[in-house]
């Protein structure tokens, strides 16, 4: 808690200290120059709007006064410039993650001035025009790429900043969260599509609903398991009916959603931490109820912050073979391609299932 304040106020202080030299310091200068430079100006201008006969004092500048603001004026500019040089540790790897549209990264509603900011850009969007399996290697490859970039830089570097900003397709959200994992202090962003700009998920708690399970687990007895569905649906609904022509009509199924699902669900950084736990619970009750199992089909509808933490909070050693799931949106299958997700460095196998071409997600 005492951490959370802190960063709140994180260099408030040191701003208030820079404005206030530097308003005493100018008040100061001017306070001493006016009686030589203002009043000559602005008592004959008044003598002839009011007609009246104000003399003009014969004081000389308060020298005293002048060279104090001077020093303070200049203490305000040397301290502006030692803190922010001292801010300046503090590194923010920008992921700037774009496969559906690129957003202006310029445009964000906090001030990162406190921030050395260093840009990681995994861009997608020529490989996704049109879905094969060749483009979607491309794009894999391209990502981890990058992947294996950020993970050198955050090698053995417990005090950078990971920042996300992503307006890219689930299956690579899941994936990117599930290779970096949890591997320094994040911090997420997400694109208004209303106000154009990028808004911070911020810090401060908010009371948030909880994800509501519902399963359906008598399509198959614990032993003959061998796969089951995972749904998840934060934005918008998943049904069953919109996973037709996939062919996993026979598994057991498993859906987490908000009561409703809506957009920008998501309001702060608890609300990502309690959605996330939720989520590593129920793969853990899989896990423990199913010893047979060999695959999980992952389905998600939600915001890129939200995909990226699910991703992070799968784990190779306790969970079976994940494969994520692309939300088309029109036609039949609904889903048109998919993707499971292996550590950086291993090759990804992909699966298209529906039509070639690409659409929209709902995110």
Same mark, same amino acid.
């Given at each position: 808690? /005492? ?7 994180? &260099? ?43 003399p ?14 001077l020093?303070?004026? +200049?203490?305000?500019?040397w ?27 310029s445009?964000v ?46 090698? +053995? ?10 307006? @890219? ?7 990117? &969260? ?34 509501? /399970? ?18 998840? +649906? ?17 598994f ?5 959603? /908000? ?10 950084m ?19 109820t199913?010893?047979? /199992? ?12 939200? @995909?990226?933490?699910? +991703? ?13 799931y692309?939300?088309? &949106?029109?036609a ?28 929209n997600?709902e995110?």
């Amino acid at each position: 808690m /005492l951490k959370k304040i802190l960063n709140l106020f994180k &260099g408030w202080h040191e701003k208030k200290i820079v404005l206030l030299l530097l308003g005493t310091g100018s008040t100061l200068v001017l306070g001493g120059i006016a009686k030589e430079w203002w009043l000559p100006i602005l008592i004959p201008l008044i003598n002839n709007q009011f007609n009246q006969d104000i003399p003009l004092p014969d004081d000389s500048i308060d020298y005293v006064v002048f060279a104090i603001g001077l020093v303070l004026i +200049g203490l305000g500019i040397w301290f502006y410039f030692k803190t922010k040089e001292k801010r300046k540790l503090q590194t923010m790897l920008q992921i700037r993650h774009s496969s559906i549209e690129a957003g202006d990264y310029s445009k964000v509603d906090v001030d990162l001035s406190n921030y050395n900011i260093e840009p990681f850009s995994i861009i997608q969007t020529e490989e996704l025009k049109n879905i094969n399996e060749q483009n979607l290697q491309h794009a894999l490859r391209e990502q981890d790429k990058i992947v294996q970039k950020i993970l050198q830089r955050l090698d +053995g570097h417990t005090d950078i900043e990971v920042s996300y900003w992503g307006l @890219a397709h689930i299956p690579l959200l899941v994936l990117l &969260g599930y290779q970096i994992a949890d591997k320094s202090n994040s911090s997420y962003f997400e694109w208004n599509q209303n106000f154009l700009k990028w808004e911070k998920v911020k810090e401060k708690s908010e009371v948030c609903p909880p994800l509501m /399970l519902e399963e359906d687990i008598s399509k198959q007895t614990v032993d003959e398991t061998k796969e089951v569905i995972v749904r998840i +649906g934060v934005t918008y609904p998943i049904h069953e009916t919109d996973l037709n022509g996939l062919d996993l009509d026979k598994f057991n199924s498993f859906y987490l959603h /908000l009561k409703p699902p809506h957009r920008n669900a998501i309001k702060c950084m608890e609300q990502l931490n309690e959605y996330q736990k939720q989520f590593r619970q129920l793969l853990d009750k899989i896990n423990q109820t199913y010893p047979h /199992l060999e695959k999980i089909h992952l389905f998600y509808s939600g915001q890129p912050s939200l @995909a990226y933490r699910l +991703g992070s909070t799968i784990s190779p050693r306790m969970d079976k073979e994940i494969w994520v799931y692309n939300h088309l &949106g029109i036609a039949s299958p609904k889903y048109n391609w998919a993707i499971n997700l292996q550590k950086a460095g291993n090759p990804v196998k992909i699966k298209i299932t529906g039509a070639n071409q690409i659409g929209n997600e709902e995110s």
